[in-house]
């Protein structure tokens, strides 16, 4: 994927983080089992997708940031760096809809009846020179044949760079470069979060003493790959013990702790929402691999294996099995 890299790699300046050997493992709540959702930006959006579409039993609400199509890259990282992310009008989403059937028919994902109930956010721009905004149409047209129509909402009037949006954090809206994370007064997190859940009450403060590391050797290691650690953010009154809902965050490529510290756990804008809506915050986090994976992405391009996209894949299951921890 010479051409991301490329950008990329002028932007490698970030500091290591600071790892404490004695983290505590993930907890659990008391959650709603009926409101458990997803989303993610770059990488981390092919991969939100992946896990709704794979697992779509558990999971009632997706939010795609600058992603694109299931299976997009069909295995093939040199597909998911020409056509996925610079030539999308050349992606037939009829081979990804008869691949999903086909996965489906044998187990491999979820039925694809269950995306009919599913919330679905759909957030791109024209500015983006990293992910073409095609990228999402070609999702929505994946989407048009298994979701209700209804159901799916699409945001392409920002002007913003690659990254994710957000209200007063980051860089310039139109300069997307560490931390991917892009000032634009708009809360994208926030919109996502409305998406999946109808009508919440207003933002309120973020709590840093509810943002809790916790251990990922639970769940997988540099061979998953998973960082070593993680975050979720968990509202006082969901500490309390009263019932929640459940959001999963996933961070893009060159935004994991190696790269920019917990700055997508923190200034994202999602702890705001969470904390007066009854709402848990799990932000899991890739881990870089030298040759493979250099700058953490999520694996939407088959790193992992030619499994990646189903229950099987290795970072999906510890997704999956994170999500299953957090739960009561």
Excluded at 51 to 66: D, F, H, L, R, T
Excluded at 114 to 120: S, V
Excluded at 266 to 274: D, I, S, V
Aim: proline share 5%; with cysteine; glycine share 8%.
């Amino acid at each position: 994927m010479s051409a991301f890299f490329a950008l990329l790699i002028t932007t490698l300046f970030a500091s290591q983080p600071n790892q404490s050997p004695t983290t505590a493992p993930l907890g659990s709540w008391k959650v709603d089992r009926n409101a458990i959702s997803i989303s993610g930006v770059s990488s981390g959006g092919y991969m939100a997708v992946q896990m709704g579409v794979a697992y779509s039993k558990n999971i009632s609400a997706v939010a795609s940031v600058a992603g694109g199509i299931y299976w997009c890259s069909e295995g093939d990282s040199q597909k998911a760096q020409s056509r996925c992310m610079g030539q999308p009008q050349g992606i037939d989403s009829n081979v990804q809809i008869a691949e999903a059937r086909r996965l489906a028919d044998e187990g491999q994902i979820d039925s694809l009846t269950n995306i009919t109930r599913q919330k679905i956010y759909l957030y791109a721009s024209v500015k983006d020179s990293v992910i073409h905004a095609l990228n999402s149409e070609k999702l929505e047209e994946f989407y048009k044949v298994f979701a209700n129509p209804s159901q799916i909402t699409t945001e392409k009037s920002i002007v913003s760079a690659h990254g994710f949006p957000t209200l007063s954090s980051g860089n310039p809206c139109q300069m997307g470069f560490l931390p991917w994370l892009l000032k634009c007064n708009f809360d994208l997190a926030g919109e996502i979060l409305k998406s999946a859940y109808g009508s919440l009450n207003e933002r309120g403060n973020f709590e840093p003493k509810n943002l809790i590391k916790f251990s990922q050797g639970d769940f997988g290691d540099e061979k998953t790959p998973l960082y070593k650690e993680g975050w979720v953010y968990v509202p006082s009154e969901c500490q309390q013990g009263i019932q929640c809902r459940l959001h999963v965050a996933l961070h893009g490529c060159q935004m994991n702790p190696d790269f920019i510290q917990d700055k997508f756990a923190t200034l994202a804008g999602y702890n705001e929402w969470a904390e007066t809506n009854r709402i848990i915050v799990l932000y899991p986090q890739s881990a870089k691999i030298p040759k493979d994976n250099p700058y953490a992405c999520w694996d939407w391009f088959g790193f992992t294996g030619p499994n990646y996209m189903t229950k099987s894949g290795s970072q999906m299951s510890a997704l999956k099995n994170m999500i299953e921890k957090a739960i009561q």
